[in-house]
């Protein structure tokens, strides 16, 4: 343990945060006087680091090398500033930072400016906390070398990270290996140099101006102007605390969309999250609010971004559903975005995460497109090739890679309301859009089941026993093939995933989540009638379950 507290006392000398040097004294000082439970809290802080991998940094706010703080902010600068410079050889990379409402995320930014800035890069600053797909935006727009995004998107309160883009050759798309690799190695560096207070700083970075702002609302609004259907349109939005309300209502205004009926208790940013557990629209009761004022108001659709409003949520009126309001799959909204993209398409791609629903292969064959299935993630769907739409499951779309090479929940929802309104001015419903799919390509439906724990090492062995004995059948329904990702498979990069496909043509994969400590299995099934599909899926669900008991 003196290992530990000695560790501490050096993290104290050089933590420039008052409130994270007072945490770390209080801690320690309970360490001295032999609290176990505070020794314990210290190991956890500083027998290891947060990896920096392909989604960056993201941790628990806190003292300590691994938590999210400005000293581990302040060496990721360093080290990401040192990457791009032996990148760019005799040229001066220009990086762009942005950040969102949540605590620190303002604090974390202007560190990674100064130190960029510091370091003798060109570094400019959004002008204010502003959602993720803007910087993604501002990355390519400004034509820069890097992006560095301040964010944990929808992870609960106490969360947050460093998101980081790379333009040039990667296109304003996420990091994916080797140079996660080669930035953390650098970053490595830094921290065994020891003090971050002696890191060269420097004021002398740019605000980005307003016109940035403006051009990704132009874009944005150009994605799907206001058709007739539009007018009178009753809905309503929610924020979920988040930072998307200022620029999703300037989108909507320069679209010609009626402004929606907001959420008043979730429409400013405000990184608490008081009114939700954990402020991601997916989560169970995270939309209670806005399907209260949806009922308040009779409203005909129901849309949500998550904090950083990258991810788009929907929910339609539903008399059998409770309360009378449905909130939509992450892959009935992809869908239906994705057949909107295939009907103007004449050449290019679909792609989604391979654990997203295989509707999407379908439209595309229908279409006569290219379906690319990735890994999870948008630094994969984005890097498609000839890419006209990408989606995956977890309420993530990108509808227009022109523009924006990530997930938008921005412009996800203004494609939406264009096909919503389209559909309004025939008389028709989301519902009635759905039904169509269904007649046209089939009947697919999907299900997850996600197990957070506590202890990340019961999902390493969850997975090895999978591996080491596979099922012969999933329920009663037998198992054709398993497709272990790690051999790599279809061309794909390895990954920590199995895909077990059963004989009726069912599907169930396997996986650790790349953001949180849970495992996830996805459960996709096809039938002839929306009723048929669904019987199939329960089926499968109560296997997968037993599966998974098994196991555990």
Not at 361 to 387: C, M, N
Not at 393 to 410: M, Q, S, W
Not at 474 to 493: C, K, M, N, S, T
Request: proline letters at 6%; a negative charge.
């Amino acid at each position: 343990m003196n290992a530990f507290v000695a560790a501490g006392r050096a993290w104290l000398a050089q933590d420039p945060d008052a409130t994270t040097r007072e945490e770390l004294t209080e801690l320690l000082s309970r360490v001295e006087q032999g609290d176990a439970e505070a020794a314990a809290d210290l190991e956890d802080r500083f027998s290891t680091r947060l990896a920096f991998g392909t989604a960056g940094l993201r941790g628990t706010l806190g003292a300590g090398p691994n938590r999210m703080n400005r000293v581990l902010v302040a060496q990721a600068a360093a080290g990401f500033a040192a990457y791009l410079t032996e990148r760019a050889g005799d040229a001066t990379p220009t990086v762009v930072v942005g950040y969102d409402g949540r605590r620190n995320s303002d604090v974390f930014a202007r560190d990674s400016v100064e130190i960029f800035a510091g370091a003798g890069l060109r570094a400019i600053l959004l002008p204010r906390m502003l959602p993720t797909p803007v910087l993604a935006f501002a990355v390519r727009h400004l034509g820069a070398d890097a992006g560095v995004m301040v964010t944990a998107s929808h992870n609960p309160p106490d969360d947050n990270g460093y998101k980081v883009y790379l333009g040039g050759a990667d296109d304003g798309a996420q990091i994916v290996s080797p140079a996660d690799a080669e930035i953390a190695a650098h970053i490595q560096r830094v921290a065994d140099d020891g003090d971050v207070t002696i890191l060269p700083r420097s004021v002398g970075y740019e605000n980005a101006p307003e016109s940035l702002v403006e051009a990704y609302i132009a874009a944005t609004a150009a994605v799907a102007p206001a058709p007739a259907g539009a007018e009178g349109l009753r809905w309503v939005y929610t924020a979920m605390h988040g930072v998307g309300w200022e620029t999703v209502s300037r989108v909507l205004a320069e679209a010609g969309y009626p402004e929606p009926v907001v959420v008043e208790a979730q429409i400013h940013p405000d990184g608490r999250f008081p009114t939700v557990a954990f402020p991601n629209p997916e989560e169970p009761g995270a939309m209670d609010l806005a399907f209260e004022t949806a009922r308040a108001v009779d409203a005909e659709l129901v849309t949500a971004n998550d904090p950083d409003a990258d991810r788009l949520a929907v929910a339609i009126p539903d008399a059998e559903a409770e309360g009378g309001w449905r909130r939509l799959t992450g892959n009935e909204i992809g869908l239906l975005l994705g057949w909107r993209a295939a009907r103007s398409a004449s050449t290019g791609s679909l792609a989604c995460s391979l654990v997203s629903s295989p509707g999407l292969q379908v439209v595309a064959e229908h279409y006569g497109l290219d379906f690319r299935a990735t890994l999870t993630g948008f630094k994969w769907i984005s890097r498609a090739p000839g890419l006209v739409y990408g989606f995956e499951e977890a309420l993530g779309y990108l509808v227009n890679p022109d523009t924006v090479r990530d997930k938008d929940g921005i412009s996800a929802a203004v494609a939406f309301l264009g096909l919503v309104t389209a559909a309004r001015a025939e008389g028709r419903t989301v519902s009635d859009l759905l039904q169509e799919f269904r007649d046209t390509f089939g009947a697919f439906a999907s299900d997850q089941i996600s197990v957070r724990v506590t202890d990340l090492s019961e999902i390493g062995a969850i997975m090895a026993s999978l591996r080491a004995q596979p099922p012969s059948a999933v329920g009663e329904v037998a198992v054709e093939r398993i497709d272990d990702l790690l051999q790599g498979v279809d061309g794909l990069p390895p990954g920590d995933v199995l895909r077990i496909w059963l004989a009726d043509g069912s599907r169930l994969i396997v996986r650790p989540s790349g953001t949180e400590p849970k495992l996830k299995l996805y459960l996709d099934v096809r039938g002839s009638s929306a009723k048929k599909a669904r019987r199939r899926l329960d089926a499968l669900r109560a296997g997968a379950e037993a599966l998974l008991v098994s196991l555990r």
